[in-house]
């Protein structure tokens, strides 16, 4: 069994996801195609709200400042049927 150290709310690996809080993985941020890097992307060039950052908003709806901008998968995170159903077609049809 792997055991992995508690964080502080404050440290900046904490993540919140759906009300329980986790040490550690990939930030959702670094799976969106809008992002650049330190922290920062194109709905927010100044850098992501860290209530974002920390998954406690999740940004697929209008947030303030955000340039009407809001969270898209890369390709290779997007498990929309759209997108299934791309990649389906590209390799076997």
């Known amino acids: 069994m792997i055991q992995i150290s508690e964080l502080k709310k ?3 690996n904490y993540r919140f996801v759906a009300g329980e809080g986790i040490t550690r993985g990939i930030n959702l941020c670094l799976m969106c195609t809008h992002y650049r890097k ?3 992307c194109d709905a927010f060039p100044e850098g992501i709200p860290h209530e974002i950052w920390i998954l406690k908003v999740f940004h697929n709806k209008p947030y303030p400042g955000d340039n009407d901008i809001t969270y898209k998968p ?3 995170y997007d498990t929309s ?3 299934i159903k ?7 049809t």
């Open 74 to 76: 890369l390709p290779e």
């Open 38 to 40: 330190e922290h920062k």
């Open 86 to 92: 791309a990649t389906y077609d590209k390799y076997f």
């Open 81 to 83: 049927i759209e997108n």
């Open 10 to 12: 404050d440290d900046p």
